[in-house]
């Protein structure tokens, strides 16, 4: 049986859909781009993203740099990134400058604040850090130009001031030269273009259009214009043109709404069918006949709703919600992506079955939701608001003009259902018994309130909603004034057991019947070093996340009150601030940061996808395996088909049904590499997965084999660097090795000065030793420690899980091997490197058949994280 042509057979075909979906969005965007070549003589755009210049305050030289761009590269290396004022600059000239034309520079984000000058002169500043802004420059701007631009991503007024993310500082979205004629489309309504459609259903079977358009006259006497709304269908067909005309005063600006006759049975936006109906608006000079100005938008006709008992709808019918979280960054450029980078997210996600994405926690580019809107995810987007309301001057203020923001500019987009403004705003709140409580509660729960009030007053036709955190707080104080209640859920991570996820929904559900709820975050941690058989909370093997995901999917999907759910996360992405197994990367997502799927990403697909047969060997992710060798190993199979079989190099090892999408067969592997192949029958024809897994039995130290003990581990720990594995620990057995006495410990802290951090993350503390049976001889012994009897301090965001850390203070201890004392009143603090890596090597004599460690206690608890053992 060859591997050939199967072996990648599901990665080829990813690859070739996603490429498919991505040339279909770009001859759309081609398209479009043709039927707007028309208005190079009204409205001209051009990025300027090119020529800039970059330095901090405290640089005395500038660097070339490009946009989009971010100054927080160091994020990737060091907890206190730099947070401060960075200053751009760049040189514009212009071939001229047209007399009664108008002049803006438009940009579509800079984290977190942003001041423009314009040949010295101040054009504007804008607060907040993930919606557009636009300024006019018309007075300013000549034909040889300096623009200046300096950001800020420290300001503590705006949000966020707090939260599992980086705040990536720069200009890491597109700017723009944008130039128009004196009448136009309004350009200075927060970021948006002045434009507003609105497509409803009537009597569910017509459709109707309304078109809000702004338009303003900027020239010094009156005009009379007229604006034109075409409607195309789908097809391309025009269906009707809608004309308004109107005059204008000297410096007015004049809101005019058109509304569309009857469009007969519409075809119904969904994600399955994202059916997006064109409207052309075109402004014209009445008594010249010019054409002015020309805006394109798509739309969609589609209705839902959220019920407490009955989970979500759309189009009237029951419809789950399936979906990631998405952060928007990937290394090395931060969050300073190309166009490109974030359609390819997007269309990950559809080819793994998503309807919906939740995009998280701030306004995402422009592209992202043109995305959305073209190959079908319901989207939920939302402002930073995040841990806490702090009581800081214009901190509400700026919160209200990023909601306006945001919903302006994305106003239009069909696949935005839900606006949201708060996420887990009491998890870093004062204790209710605190005497800062009431303040705090009064000005979290008044903010929550204005911006609802102002929500309902932009935009009534979508839903409000919050992400609340595991506390029935947030409905007692009354911040369930919204119409949708996410719950960020992670028993079986941070907090209890898996089961308690379930009790809590139903309890939410019993006490507040009419309330509707989505599951807006759960997830767990995946180190892709990490792996074992036996996995357990916080030991981010790639088993337990499986296993975690295996428990909450299948309930959410079953339980129709719950609308649906978000996973946490889409990506690994960074948090600067995380510490645990992979510092500065929450490793929840079903994807690595290079966007390369985890294995777990095939058992959502498995789900979700019933279009087309699924099958994967659940197993890449762990491809080399140290075991017993009459020992089975577990290969795990993700599949939406009832039945698969398993081969090992071309024999069958038998079938299995498939249960929830996935099976696990026990097989015997030979020492060395393997050939794993799965296959199954979908209406008649075979779908086979295959890939290659090389297995090494258990070391030999009478071999020469290195024996690497992950001491108070359960999981097996393959370095990068290396490729050595090493061992989940183990009591001793008689012709074996292991532990006599001691206790297991872990934790969160980031170890310091290595690439191994998970070796140092967990260890074996009291009075204890170690046994391993061994030919006599010479051998050289490595013992690694951490010292965390200082721990670091933890993000909120863990949920107390560092708390349980318990250490003894101050240690000294003895360390003898094959009894002789190797080390007396011995610390590896070394004069306080606490959290620092700490690894010796020892020449020994074994003369007993067995190496013996033991470690006793002076003061404190003696501790041990690793032991690697080499015959000489």
């Known amino acids: 049986m060859k591997l050939t042509k199967s072996q990648n057979s599901n990665n080829n075909n990813e690859k070739i859909m996603i490429n498919r979906i991505l040339l279909k969005i770009g001859v759309l965007a081609a398209i479009t781009m043709l039927a707007t070549t028309t208005l190079q003589a009204q409205r001209e755009m051009k990025t300027i993203n090119d020529n800039w210049e970059f330095r901090k305050p405290m640089d005395e030289k500038w660097e070339s740099v490009n946009l989009p761009h971010t100054f927080n590269q160091d994020a990737y290396k060091q907890r206190n990134y730099y947070q401060g004022e960075g200053l751009y600059r760049r040189t514009l000239v212009l071939p001229d400058i047209v007399k009664g034309r108008r002049y803006y520079l438009k940009v579509d984000a800079a984290s977190k604040a942003a001041a423009v000058s314009v040949n010295g002169n101040k054009a504007g500043c804008h607060a907040g850090g993930y919606t557009a802004f636009t300024m006019d420059i018309t007075n300013y701007i000549q034909k040889e130009n300096t623009i200046e631009i300096t950001v800020d991503n420290s ?25 128009t004629p004196e009448q136009h489309f309004n350009m200075t309504n927060m970021g948006s273009d002045g434009i507003f459609i609105n497509a409803s259903i009537t009597n569910k079977k017509n459709g109707v259009l309304k078109v809000r358009s702004e338009v303003s006259n900027d020239a010094l006497k009156a005009t009379t214009l007229e604006v034109k709304n075409a409607i195309y269908s789908p097809e391309g067909e025009l269906l009707q043109t809608i004309n308004r005309k109107l005059k204008l005063k000297a410096g007015e600006t004049r809101t005019v709404e058109c509304i569309s006759d009857d469009i007969q049975n519409p075809s119904l936006w969904t994600p399955e069918t994202p059916s997006l109906y064109l ?69 990950l996600m559809k080819e793994l079955g998503c309807n919906f994405i939740r995009i998280s926690h701030y306004p995402q580019d422009d592209t992202v939701l043109e995305m959305c809107d073209e190959l079908g995810l319901l989207a939920w987007e939302e402002i930073p608001i995040i841990n806490i309301v702090p009581d800081t001057p214009g901190y509400d203020d700026n919160c209200e003009q990023n909601l306006r923001e945001m919903i302006r500019q994305h106003y239009n987009h069909p696949s935005v259902i839900a606006w949201g403004y708060m996420n887990e705003i009491l998890l870093t709140t004062p204790a209710v018994d605190k005497p800062e409580w009431p303040a705090c509660k009064e000005r979290t729960v008044a903010l929550a309130q204005r911006l609802e009030t102002v929500l309902k007053e932009e935009d009534p036709s979508r839903v409000s909603v919050m992400a609340f955190n595991m506390t029935n707080l947030y409905n007692e104080i009354g911040l369930n004034l919204e119409d949708v209640v996410g719950w960020n859920l992670y028993h079986g991570w941070y907090v209890g057991e898996l089961k308690d996820f379930n009790a809590w929904c139903k309890d939410q559900h019993r006490r507040y019947p009419n309330q509707p ?26 088993e337990y996340q499986q296993t975690y995901i295996e428990h909450y999917l299948p309930f959410i999907e079953e339980t129709k009150w719950i609308s649906g759910c978000a996973y946490w996360n889409f990506i690994d992405f960074n948090v600067a601030a995380r510490q645990e197994s992979m510092p500065r990367v929450n490793n929840k997502g079903v994807a690595y940061n290079n966007r390369t799927l985890k294995d777990v990403a095939y058992y ?70 393997s050939t794993i192949l799965v296959q199954g029958v979908n209406n008649g024809k075979t779908v086979q997965d295959a890939m290659k897994i090389c297995f090494q039995p258990f070391p030999n130290i009478a071999a020469g084999d290195e024996l ?61 030793a170690y046994k391993i049976d061994a030919p006599q001889g010479d051998y050289e012994i490595e013992l690694l420690m951490a010292d965390v009897t200082k721990p670091a301090t933890q993000l909120a965001n863990l949920l107390g899980k560092s708390s349980g850390e318990k250490h003894s203070g101050e240690t000294y201890f003895n360390i003898s091997i094959c ?45 041990l994280a690793g032991i690697k053992v080499r015959r000489l």
């Open 819 to 863: 009894g002789k004392q190797v080390e007396t009143n011995f610390s590896p603090v070394d004069y306080g490197h606490y959290r620092t890596a700490f690894k010796r090597r020892y020449i020994v004599q074994n003369n007993d058949n067995c190496i013996t460690i033991n470690l006793n206690t002076i003061k404190g608890k003696a501790f």
């Open 517 to 542: 709820i989505i599951i807006s975050e759960w997830g767990a941690g995946s180190d892709k070093r990490l792996h074992t058989t036996n996995g357990r909370a916080f030991d981010f093997s790639i």
């Open 604 to 673: 959502f697909k498995a789900l979700w996808r019933k279009d087309v047969p699924i099958l994967r060997i659940a197993s890449q992710d762990w491809d080399t395996r140290v075991g017993e060798t009459n020992k089975p190993q577990a290969i795990k199979i993700y599949s939406n088909m009832p039945e698969v079989e398993l081969f090992v190099n071309g024999q069958s090892v038998g079938s299995q049904k498939i249960f929830n999408c996935h099976t696990i067969f026990n097989v015997l592997l030979p020492k060395g590499e």
């Open 708 to 768: 690497a003990i992950n001491v108070g581990s359960n999981c097996f720990y393959t370095s990068d660097i290396s490729s050595l594995t090493w061992l989940p620990d183990q009591p001793y057995t008689s012709g074996n090795w292991g532990y006599i006495d001691g206790e297991e410990h872990s934790t969160t802290s980031e170890i310091h000065n290595t690439v191994d951090g998970p070796l140092y993350q967990t260890w074996r503390e009291g009075n204890f």
């Open 279 to 347: 409207i052309k608006t075109t402004l014209t000079d009445l008594k010249t006949g010019k054409l002015l100005d020309e805006k394109i938008h798509k739309t969609g006709f589609r209705w839902f709703a959220f019920d407490g008992n009955k989970g979500f709808s759309l189009n009237g019918k029951p419809y789950k919600l399936r979906g990631f979280n998405r952060h928007q960054d990937q290394a090395p450029v931060g969050v300073a992506l190309d166009d490109e980078a974030h359609r390819r997210d997007i269309a």
């Open 155 to 179: 300001r503590k007024d705006i949000t966020p001031i707090s939260a599992d993310f980086t705040f990536w500082g720069g200009i890491y979205r597109d700017v723009w030269l944008i130039s």
